[in-house]
């Protein structure tokens, strides 16, 4: 089945600086790519999302680029806020979804 | 994005007794639900597969009998967590799935918080 590996698991930045979130992905089968940011309680909510047929794709600050040749897929946040601080989990699919191990990004004011 | 929503959201019970939750799509039909569970700071575990009209589909080391999945409707799943103990106290998460488009992904809902005392 398909492996998705999330790096790092940590990460604290300084506001208005950006963040890069690397995921990879084993099955060359995958085709859909989504992200998703989880607030302290609550479920996750999709925040951006790529198909195998685009390299690249952005909406506002968040970016999100996809490698298929490597099998990997990063998210970018640029101009970070302290309500960015969350969790973010990315995930490969191709029927299923196989998540990453998330990453905890705190945003320092 | 679509709205999928869950109640509770948070249930406390004593070991032994049955609990079940609801995963409701609002503003649109799910043919297909998901039922996660996550481990405080972990990723989201798929448990199973809710398909409205036919037997929910369960992960490997799942019990089904345990964890009873009923998807009577095209917007709404449950979820029951038969004879509750400890060990079950989570935070239970449903998705919805959304095929529209030519596009195919999943929308969460808020979870349950379950503790079993």
């Known amino acids: 089945g398909e492996n998705v590996e999330q790096h790092p698991s940590t990460l604290s930045v300084q506001e208005g600086d950006s963040a890069v979130i690397k995921c990879t992905y084993s099955d060359s089968a995958s085709n859909y790519f989504p992200w998703y940011k989880q607030e302290l309680g609550k479920g996750p909510q999709l925040i951006i999302d790529i198909r195998s047929n685009v390299g690249e794709k952005k909406d506002q600050r968040i970016a999100v680029t996809l490698n298929k040749t490597a099998k990997h897929f990063s998210l970018h946040i640029t101009e970070t806020q302290p309500e960015d601080s969350a969790v973010y989990f990315c995930a490969a699919s191709i029927t299923q979804f196989y998540f990453g191990t998330g990453t905890s990004l705190t945003v320092i004011p | 994005g679509a709205v999928v929503s869950q109640h509770p959201s948070r249930v406390i019970c004593k070991s032994g007794t049955s609990v079940k939750i609801e995963c409701r799509s609002l503003?649109?039909?799910?043919?297909?639900m998901f039922w996660y569970r996550q481990f405080p700071k972990q990723s989201l575990m798929l448990m199973a597969t809710?398909?409205?009209?036919?037997?929910?589909?369960?992960e490997q080391g799942v019990e089904k009998d345990k964890f009873l999945i009923n998807h009577a409707s095209l917007t709404l799943s449950t979820l029951t967590v038969t004879s509750a103990h400890p060990e079950d106290s989570s935070f239970y998460i449903c998705s919805a799935r959304v095929l529209a488009g030519g596009s195919d992904t999943q929308y969460f809902g808020p979870g349950t918080r379950l503790t079993v005392l």
């Open positions: 503003d649109f039909q799910a043919t297909t």
């Open positions: 809710s398909n409205e009209g036919s037997k929910a589909t369960y």
